[in-house]
Every structure is written in C-alpha cells, then in structure tokens.
C-alpha cells in the first residue's frame, strides 16, 4: 500500500511539472499586445523579439531608381574616374610684382609707434614700383614721448640715423601718450598745465634732434579714433606738433580729414585713394586695416617724391635732356628772316561791330562808338537790319484799299 501511493504521487508530480513546462514555453511563444505608449513611441516586448529571433525573414534589397538624364531622358551611368567638371574661372590680372631696388636708392626712415607701423606699410606699398626709394620702418608700438623709461626715443633715434642714413625722416609718434608722466622726482598727472608744458618740450627736444642733420622731417599728426575723449586729445596733440615742428624748419601732415566724415566724425568705412567705400579701421577703433594703411600713406607720399626728386620716378631709364634733343627748342639765327605781324587790338570798337568776314579787309578805324558800347553805357539797341528775325517793324503799305460801302 505505501508503494502504490508513492508511485502515485510521483506520478502526479510529473504530470504537474509537464503542465508548467508546457504553460511556460507557450508563455514564451506567445505574442503580448502593445499598449498606447508602445504603439506611439514603438518598442516591443521580450516575447516579440524571440519571435523575430526564431523566424528570420530573408531581407530582399530594395530596388534602387535609376536617376533620369534631364536632357535625354536616359539612366546616368557613372564612368569610374570621372569628375565633376568644375565651371570655368576666368584668369584675373596678373598681379604687378615689386621691382627689385636699385643700390643707390634713397632710404626713408620711418619711426614712431604702431600708426608708425601702420604709416610704414602703407609706404611700402605706395612704393614697391619704385626702384629708387627704400621705405625703412623702426617703430616700437607701445612707445611714445611720456614713458622715457620703457622706451628712449631721444637716444634711439640717432642710432637708427646713423646706421640707416636716411634722405627723409617721418615721425609718427602720440597714440600711447595719454598718461602720467614722470617729470623728475614726482608723477605728473595727464593734461595738467606742468604736463603739458613738458609734452610740449619734449616734442621740440625730438623734432630738433631729427632735424641735426639737417634732413628734412615730416612729422605726421594722429587720426581720431572711436572714443571721443581719445580723438579730443589728439587735436590738442596735433596742435602741439604742428607748432614745435614748424618752429624747427620740419613739416608737420595732417591727415585728419581722411578717416572723418563730412561732419568731423570718426568713421570705420570710408573712401580709399580710388574713392571707393571700403573699410579703413580695425573692429577696435584704433588700428588701420590694409586701405587704412595705404591711405595714410597717400597723405605723404606726394610730399616724399617731391624732397626726393629723380630718385622717385618709376622707371630709372628715362632718358634725359641729352636723348630728348629733339624736343629741345633753340633759338633762331642771326641771318634768320623772321616775319612780324602788327597786333591787332581786342578792344578795336570797328572790330567790335565789323560785318566783314575773316580774310577780307579790316575795317577802316572810325571814331564812332560800337554797337556794344553804345548799349553798356546809354542801353541804346542797335536797329536790327530789315528782314531779320529780331526786326519787329511793321511794312508800310504804298496804297490803303478801303471796302466801298454799298447803298441799297
């Protein structure tokens, strides 16, 4: 009896687990719905997934159009190697190269700070077809005349004279001087009246160190920038170089006019020496942009071929008075007929009212006044000949016809 009811229940206990086997595997098989969150933003479930795994679908490749010619209606076929033809660009001007300079060219010697560096630029570019000016730029962009001790320009400046030997001087100097000022033992504050009185020395002790060798000097103003208590105190600073400048024979350039507008304003966009609207300063209101540069050396660059002469034409050989004797005009010989024409009188009053025509006889001279005279002076109109335009008279009739009266 006990084995017959161990045999049983591990009968039912098999058959227990075959059902559970069996619910479980069909659990697996089975396919859940999707709720309204999965069919909106999609996702599926494990159950899904192991169908998917179970039945592989073979993937068949999607039929790819065969793109249409536009202008033949035909499948493009792509030939391996073949580009894209790029479209055709036409060839620019050839960019003019510098000439090489000559060896005795004439050197311009350029210092100051960075609108020194800017001015230099410029120069070069105005004279890079030159082969007879050599532009030779030594600035210091953060220098100026009130901080001696970062900078020296009263001790620099002559070194740089005489290793260079220049034929013109231009200084550039006053951008960074807007600050105090060490005058002895004490620290000036900026514009008061002991600073002011120094800046102004200093410029005449820099302007007549220039000028030692008795070269000629071009000291170039400052340009107004964006910030108007900067631009204010550049015009004070021009003034103040113009003065000490001319009182030692230099030459002061102010170029002021070329970077404002009509009204006198600092302006970033303006004409170039072409006149064309281009832009001449740097987003910072301070720095000069590549017009900027050759602009500002526009301003000095008529001054520089003038001090300099020959060595400023373009093309070193041109010939001189000796290859031109045919445009020479001497003086006629001794033996020489010359033919002398009396000179006839522009104010002649018979001239004046002559109805002859050119090459036929001068009028004989009268001592009446002319027609113009007689109409400046009393306002007299000259009767206008008979049958011309302006002759208003009406024609006398010889006879007057009258309409005979009829009498009934």
């Not at 620290?187 to 800046?199: A, F, G, I």
């Amino acid at each position: 009896m006990p084995f017959k009811v161990a045999t049983m229940f591990i009968a039912a206990a098999a058959m227990l687990f075959v059902g559970f086997a069996a619910s479980f595997a069909e659990a697996q098989e089975r396919v859940q719905r999707r709720n309204l969150f999965q069919m909106l933003f999609g996702g599926f479930t494990r159950e899904r997934r192991v169908i998917d795994e179970r039945y592989e679908f073979p993937q068949q490749p999607r039929p790819r159009r065969a793109r249409q010619n536009q202008s033949q209606g035909q499948p493009r076929q792509k030939v391996p190697g073949q580009q894209k033809a790029k479209p055709a660009i036409a060839d620019a001007a050839p960019v003019p190269q510098p000439v090489e300079k000559a060896p005795d060219a004439k050197k311009v010697l350029v210092v100051g700070d960075f609108m020194a560096g800017s001015l230099g630029d410029g120069l070069k570019t105005a004279f890079e077809m030159t082969p007879g000016i050599t532009i030779e730029t030594r600035a210091n962009g953060s220098s100026g005349l009130v901080r001696e001790d970062y900078f020296n320009w009263p001790v620099t400046l002559p070194a740089y004279v005489g290793e260079i030997k220049p034929a013109v001087i231009i200084v550039s100097l006053g951008a960074n001087d807007r600050q105090q000022m060490q005058i002895g033992s004490t620290k000036e504050k900026y514009r008061t009246d002991l600073w002011t009185e120094e800046y102004r020395k200093r410029v005449h002790a820099l302007a007549e160190l220039a000028r030692k060798e008795k070269l000629p000097v071009l000291w170039v103003g400052m340009p107004p920038f964006q910030s108007a208590a900067m631009t204010a105190d550049m015009v004070t600073f021009n003034g103040i170089y113009r003065e000490e400048v001319e009182k030692v024979g230099g030459q002061f350039v102010d170029i002021w006019d070329g970077f404002v507008d009509e009204a006198g304003k600092f302006v970033l966009t303006g004409s170039d020496i072409n006149g064309q609207q281009v832009r001449l300063r740097g987003a910072d209101g301070i720095n000069l942009t590549k017009a900027g540069k050759r602009k500002l050396a526009f301003y000095l660059e008529k001054d520089i071929r003038r001090l300099l002469g020959d060595a400023a034409a373009t093309d070193r050989d041109v010939p001189g008075a000796d290859g031109l004797k045919d445009l020479v005009v001497t003086a006629p010989l001794a033996n020489e007929d010359i033919v002398k024409t009396q000179p006839i009188g522009l104010t002649d009053p018979d001239l004046d009212g002559a109805a002859s025509l050119l090459g036929d006889a001068a009028p004989n001279k009268g001592t009446g006044r002319s027609p113009r005279d007689r109409l400046v002076d009393k306002g007299d109109v000259a009767a206008a000949p008979a049958g011309r335009v302006d002759d208003f008279r009406l024609a006398k009739p010889g006879t007057v016809i009258s309409n005979p009266v009829i009498r009934n």
